[in-house]
C-alpha cells in the first residue's frame, strides 16, 4: 500500500513567456538557464519529476516564487504545463478530457488555499456542501454530509454562520471541510495555515495531524515554513527557481543536503526536533542504566531529563530490545557541533 | 537660452505659436470674413448658421444615408431594420402597459385601481427597514410623503408615471449591462470590441442619440424608455467586466476544484463573488435612468420631467421648483435603497420562523392589513384631493421678491463676468487656428505617450475639424475651459479646507453625495432665476454641477497622502503651510488632475443640457437636429462633443498615471 504511486510527474516544464512550446521544443525540452533569460522566459517549474506515494505526507517547500504552488496546480490542472506528463493513478492527466477531468475534480481530488477561498455569499453549512451541490446530490443528503465533515472539524453549532462572522482559523476549517466533503483520495493544501497567526497556525497543525492519523489521505502540502514541514512531512522535496534540489525525510535533508543552499535552508533548524535517539546513540551496551528511551524519540523530548543525570540511558527499539546506550555527552555533541 | 530652445515648453507650444503669429500675415483670418484662411477655419466649416453644411469630410451625409439605408432595405426581402425595432418597442411597450396599470391607470380588465398610496408607503417602509434601518426608511417613507402631499398639481400621479418607465427601463438595462459585461469578460475579442463602444457612448451626449431613437423607436414613453435603456447600460456592463476580473483567482480555483461546469462556475461562482460591484452598477443604472427622466421628456416620455421641462419653458419657477423637489426626493430614496442594497451582506437567522423570515411576514402583514384599510376607508385608496397643498405661489413670491432685491448686483456681477472674463476668453478661443490645435494636442500626446496617443487625439480633433463644427465645437471647449477654470478656483480651496479635518471632509463629501444625485436639468433652475437667460447662467449651472468631482479628488488625494510621509515632514520641522506646499499637495496632485478630468467630463455634459437656456455652441446645433429630426447631424455633433472629452481624457489620465509611476505609488 504505503508504495503504490498515486501522482507521478514527469519532466514538468512551465514557462511564461511568448509561444513557450515552440521554444521548449527547439531547445530540445532542456533550456539553460541563460537560455531562458536571453529569450525572456519566465520559468515558474524546471523539469520537475516527482512522485506522490499512497498515504503519504509530500511537502513541497521553498521560498516564494521557487514554483511550489505552479507545480500543485500543474498536479491538478488547474495549470497546463508547458511540455511533461502527469499520471494520476496512472491515467495521463495532460490527455484526459475535460469532463473527464470534472470527474476526477468531484470525486477525488480536495483541495485547500492559504486564503480560504470561500464563498462570502453562503454561509458555513452552504460551503462545505458546495462540492456536493455541484456534483448535483440533492439537498438533504449533501446537507447531512456537510454536517458530518463539519463535526469533524469541530464547527459543530456554526453551520449558519457566514463566513466574515468567522475568525481565520474557523475560516480555513470551513476549507479542510470543505476540500474533504467529497472523500477524496488526495488532498491538496496550498499553504494552508500561512495566513494564520502562529498561535492559531500550531493548533491548526494539530488538527490536520489528527485529521490525517483517522482519515490516511495521500497528501501534497505546501508550505514555506521549514519548521512546518518537519512536523508534518513523510517526505520533504525542497524547491529553488523552480527545480526540485532534493527529495528526503526532514532527517536526510539535514543530515545530507544535496546543494549548498538546502545546507543553507536548514542549517537554523534545531536539530532537537528532528534527530532521534536512534541516531546519535552509542551502540556499546551497559549494565545499569538510569533509564531508558525508544529508538524514536526525538533530542527534543529526552534532551531535559539526560542532560539533568551523569549516567547514560539505555535505548530501546521497537522490540524493547537495548540497541545502545546515550548520555549527556551525546546530546551536546548533537545539539553543538557543526555537523 | 539654450536650456529654453531644448525645453518641453517649446516643443509643444512653438508650431503653435508659430501658426498664430500667422495672423499677422495671412489675410482672412478671422470667422469674420466670408472666406477664412484655410489654416485657420476648416473648410466648408459653418461660420454663422449651421442649416446644411457640408463639412470637410461630409460625415453627416453618410450617415443620414446609411439611416436611410436601414430604413428602407429589407432583409431578406422580409422586414426593414426599422420594422425589426418597432417589433423591440412594442414588446417594451407590453412591460410597460403592465407597470403602468400597476402604478397609475389601473387593471382595466380587472376592474381594480392601481395600488394605493397606502401601500407603496408602507412597503417603502419596510424596504428600508431591511435593507439599512430606521434612518433609511425614514427617508423612503419621507420622499412618498411628500409626493403625497403636495399633490394638489398632480405630484403624485407624474411620480408613478415616471416610476412605472423607471421600472421597466432599470431592470432591461441591468440584465443588458450584465449579459454584455459577462460575454466580455469571458471573450478577449469581444472585450476589445466593447470596452471603446463603452467609452464613446458614455461620452456622447444624450440628445444626439435622442434623434436616432426617435427614427427606429417612434415617441412617447416606450421611446424614452429605449433611450433610457441605451443611455444606463454602459457602466451596468463595466462594472460587471471589472467584477468578474477583479475575483480572487483562488476563489476561482476553489470553484474549479470542486468540480463546477461552465455553468456552474458562472452562476454558483462568479456572478455571486462579484455581486458588490454589480449591486454597484445597478445603483449607477438606476441613477442614470433618472439623470434622463427629464431628456427623455423631449422625446414625448410623460412624467415629472415632462411637467419640469413646460414648467421651465414657462418660467414658472415655483411649479418648477415643487417638482423638481420631488425629482429630486425620489433620486436620493432609490440612491440610498439601491447603495444599501450593494453593500448588504447576508444575515444570520436561526429559531422559529418569526425569527427567521421577519421581514416577509411583516411585509405579508402589512399588506393584508393595508387592503382591509383600503377596502373600509377611502381615504387610504386615494389621498383626498382637498388635503393636498403646493407651496408653489410662496415660492414664486418667493423667488421674484429675492431676484428683484438682487437684481441689481446680480446684473452688475454678470456684466462684469461677460466683459472682463467670458467675451475674452471666447474671443481667444474662437482664433486659435484648428490646424495649431492639433499639433499643440499632438505634441502633448507625443510626449506623453509616443505614437498611440498621439495620432489618436490627432485624429479626434480632425474627426472635430472636418466635420464642419469647428468654429461651434471651439465655443464649446470655451465654455468647458472657463467652468474648469471657476470649478478649481472654488473646488481646489474648498478641498484643501475640507482635507484638513476628519469631520470636515465628511460633512463636504455628503454634501456632494447628495449634490450629485439631483439629475442635472435641476441645476438650471437657480441659474435662470439668479442671471436670466446668458452664458453667465449656463455657465453658473455648469460649475454647481461639476464642482462636485474636483472637490472630491482633491479631498482624496490630500487625505491619502500616506500618514508616516506626514510625520517625517512634521518632525523635519515644517510648518503647517509648508507641509501642504510641499509634501502634501505635490502628492496629491496627480489625484487632483484626475479630478479635473472629472470635472471636464461632467462640465461638458453639462454644457449640452445648458444648450436649453440658449448657448450657441454644439448643443444649440444639437437641439436644432433634434427639431429637424435630422439624425446624422445630430450623431455627428454627437461624436464631435465625445471626442472633445475624449481627447481631453486621454491626455489628463495619461499625465496623472505617469505622475503616479514616477511618485512610485501603484496604479
Redesign the interface.
Known amino acids: 500500500m504505503k508504495n503504490e504511486i498515486k501522482i507521478s510527474c514527469k519532466n514538468i516544464w512551465k514557462l511564461y513567456g511568448e509561444n513557450p512550446q515552440r521554444f521548449l521544443k527547439t531547445k530540445n525540452n532542456n533550456p539553460s538557464t541563460d537560455d531562458l533569460k536571453n529569450n525572456n522566459y519566465i520559468p515558474a517549474v524546471r523539469d520537475a519529476s516527482i512522485d506522490v506515494l499512497t498515504g503519504e505526507i509530500l511537502v513541497i517547500m521553498g521560498l516564494s516564487g521557487s514554483g511550489k504552488s505552479t507545480l500543485l496546480?500543474c498536479m491538478?490542472k488547474?495549470i497546463e504545463p508547458t511540455n511533461g506528463q502527469v499520471f494520476f493513478e496512472g491515467n495521463d492527466l495532460l490527455k484526459t478530457s475535460e469532463k473527464e477531468l470534472?470527474?476526477i475534480?468531484?470525486?477525488k481530488?480536495?483541495?485547500v488555499?492559504?486564503?480560504?477561498?470561500?464563498?462570502?455569499?453562503?454561509?458555513v453549512l452552504q460551503n462545505v456542501a458546495?462540492?456536493l451541490?455541484?456534483?448535483g446530490q440533492d439537498i438533504s443528503k449533501r446537507e447531512e454530509r456537510a454536517k458530518e465533515v463539519i463535526k469533524l472539524v469541530g464547527l459543530e453549532g456554526r453551520e449558519?454562520?457566514?463566513p466574515?462572522?468567522l475568525s481565520g482559523g474557523q475560516q480555513q476549517r470551513v476549507g479542510l471541510a470543505?476540500?474533504l466533503a467529497v472523500e477524496p483520495d488526495v488532498w491538496?493544501l496550498d499553504e494552508p495555515f500561512s495566513a494564520l497567526d502562529p498561535l492559531i497556525r500550531k493548533e491548526m497543525q494539530n488538527e490536520f495531524l489528527r485529521l490525517q492519523s483517522m482519515l490516511k489521505k495521500t497528501i501534497v502540502f505546501i508550505t514555506h515554513d521549514f519548521d512546518e514541514a518537519i512536523r508534518l512531512a513523510d517526505r520533504i522535496a525542497i524547491m529553488y527557481e523552480g527545480l526540485i534540489v532534493q527529495v528526503g525525510t526532514a532527517e536526510e535533508l539535514i543530515t545530507k543536503p544535496a546543494t549548498d543552499y538546502v545546507a543553507e535552508f536548514t542549517k537554523d533548524i534545531p536539530r532537537s526536533k528532528l534527530l532521534q535517539a536512534s541516531s546519535i546513540m552509542n551502540i556499546k551496551k551497559i549494565d545499569n542504566p538510569e533509564g531508558t528511551v525508544k529508538h524514536n524519540e526525538k533530542i527534543e523530548k529526552i534532551a531535559s531529563k539526560i542532560l539533568k543525570s551523569e549516567k547514560e540511558f539505555t535505548v530501546l527499539d521497537e522490540k524493547d530490545q537495548a540497541i545502545g546506550t546515550i548520555s549527556k555527552k551525546e546530546i551536546i555533541k548533537a545539539l553543538f557541533s557543526e555537523n | 537660452m539654450r536650456k529654453f530652445l531644448k525645453s518641453n515648453f517649446l516643443f509643444i507650444f512653438g508650431p503653435f505659436i508659430f501658426l498664430w503669429s500667422l495672423r499677422y500675415l495671412i489675410p482672412n483670418y478671422t470667422i469674420a470674413s466670408k472666406e477664412p484662411h484655410w489654416l485657420y477655419i476648416p473648410p466648408k466649416s459653418c461660420l454663422g448658421g449651421c442649416g446644411t453644411i457640408e463639412g470637410l469630410i461630409p460625415f453627416v451625409d453618410w450617415t443620414n444615408n446609411l439611416i436611410q439605408f436601414l430604413r428602407r432595405y429589407e432583409i431578406f426581402g422580409l422586414f426593414t431594420f426599422r420594422d425589426f425595432t418597432r417589433a423591440l418597442a412594442n414588446y417594451v411597450d407590453v412591460l410597460l402597459e403592465f407597470t403602468e396599470a400597476l402604478l397609475h391607470k389601473g387593471f382595466v380588465g380587472l376592474g381594480t385601481g392601481p395600488l394605493p398610496w397606502i401601500i407603496i408607503l408602507t412597503l417603502a417602509i419596510i424596504l428600508g427597514l431591511y435593507l439599512k434601518g430606521w434612518r433609511l426608511a425614514m427617508l423612503g417613507g419621507g420622499c412618498f410623503l411628500y409626493l403625497i402631499l403636495f399633490s394638489k398639481r398632480g405630484i403624485w400621479e407624474l411620480s408613478m408615471k415616471t416610476l412605472a418607465a423607471i421600472s421597466v427601463s432599470a431592470p432591461l438595462a441591468a440584465l443588458i449591462g450584465l449579459m454584455l459585461g459577462i460575454l466580455a469578460a469571458k471573450r478577449k475579442w469581444f472585450h476589445d470590441f466593447l470596452w471603446p463602444l463603452l467609452n464613446i457612448l458614455q461620452s456622447l451626449p444624450h440628445f444626439s442619440y435622442l434623434i436616432l431613437v426617435v427614427i427606429f423607436f417612434g415617441i412617447g414613453t416606450k421611446a424614452g424608455v429605449i433611450a433610457t435603456i441605451i443611455f444606463a447600460f454602459p457602466p451596468m456592463a463595466r462594472l460587471t467586466i471589472l467584477g468578474i476580473k477583479n475575483i480572487s483567482s483562488e476563489i476561482k480555483e476553489a470553484g474549479v476544484m470542486a468540480g463546477c461546469n461552465k455553468w456552474q462556475m458562472l452562476f454558483k461562482v462568479e456572478i455571486p463573488s462579484a455581486r458588490s460591484p454589480i449591486m454597484l452598477g445597478i445603483n449607477q443604472v438606476i441613477m442614470q435612468c433618472l439623470a434622463m427622466v427629464v431628456i427623455a421628456a423631449f422625446i414625448g416620455q410623460p412624467g415629472l420631467g415632462h411637467d419640469l421641462l413646460v414648467r421651465l419653458q414657462g418660467l414658472r419657477l415655483g411649479e418648477a421648483f415643487e417638482i423638481g423637489v420631488a425629482v429630486v426626493l425620489i433620486a436620493i430614496t432609490l440612491d440610498r435603497y439601491s447603495q444599501a442594497l450593494a453593500v448588504k451582506e447576508p444575515v444570520r437567522r436561526e429559531g422559529s420562523i418569526f425569527q427567521k423570515y421577519p421581514f416577509a411576514i411583516s411585509t405579508l402583514t402589512a399588506i393584508v392589513i393595508c387592503t382591509i384599510l383600503v377596502n373600509i376607508f377611502p381615504f387610504f385608496n386615494e389621498f383626498p384631493k382637498d388635503m393636498t397643498i403646493s407651496a408653489s405661489v410662496y415660492l414664486d413670491n418667493a423667488i421674484k421678491s429675492f431676484t428683484r432685491s438682487l437684481f441689481v448686483p446680480l446684473g452688475i456681477f454678470r456684466d462684469w463676468m461677460l466683459i472682463y472674463f467670458l467675451m475674452p476668453l471666447k474671443a481667444t478661443f474662437q482664433s486659435l487656428p484648428w490646424t495649431g490645435v492639433m499639433l499643440l494636442v499632438g505634441a502633448i500626446g507625443w510626449k506623453l505617450g509616443r505614437w498611440k496617443i498621439c495620432v489618436t487625439v490627432m485624429l479626434f480633433v480632425f474627426f472635430i475639424a472636418s466635420s464642419g463644427y469647428w468654429v461651434r465645437a471651439m465655443i464649446t471647449v470655451y465654455m468647458v475651459f472657463a467652468s474648469l477654470l471657476i470649478c478649481s478656483m472654488i473646488g481646489i480651496p474648498l478641498g484643501i479646507w475640507a482635507s484638513k479635518k476628519e469631520n470636515r471632509s465628511k460633512l463636504v463629501l455628503n454634501i456632494c453625495d447628495v449634490f450629485q444625485t439631483f439629475p442635472s436639468f435641476i441645476y438650471l433652475l437657480p441659474a435662470i432665476m439668479l442671471f436670466q437667460i446668458s452664458d453667465v447662467s449656463a455657465i453658473f449651472a455648469i460649475v454647481i454641477y461639476s464642482s462636485i468631482p474636483m472637490i472630491r479628488y482633491t479631498i482624496f488625494g490630500l487625505r491619502s497622502v500616506p500618514q508616516h510621509i506626514i510625520e517625517a515632514a512634521i518632525t523635519s520641522g515644517c510648518t503647517q503651510r509648508q507641509l501642504l506646499w510641499k509634501v502634501r499637495m505635490p502628492l496629491a496632485f496627480p489625484e487632483i488632475i484626475l479630478g479635473a478630468n472629472q470635472t471636464l467630463m461632467f462640465s461638458l455634459f453639462m454644457v449640452m443640457i445648458a444648450g436649453f437656456i440658449g448657448t450657441v455652441d454644439l448643443s444649440q446645433e444639437i437641439f436644432r437636429a433634434l427639431s429637424f429630426s435630422d439624425g446624422g447631424k445630430g450623431l455627428i455633433i454627437g461624436l464631435c462633443v465625445a471626442f472633445i472629452g475624449l481627447t481631453a481624457d486621454r491626455l489628463l489620465v495619461e499625465w496623472s498615471k505617469q505622475m503616479k509611476l514616477k511618485l512610485g505609488f501603484k496604479n
Open positions: 496546480r491538478s488547474l470534472i470527474d475534480r468531484r470525486h481530488m480536495g483541495m488555499f492559504q486564503h480560504f477561498a470561500l464563498l462570502p455569499h453562503r454561509n458546495f462540492p451541490e455541484v456534483q449558519k454562520y457566514y466574515r462572522e470543505r476540500s491538496f
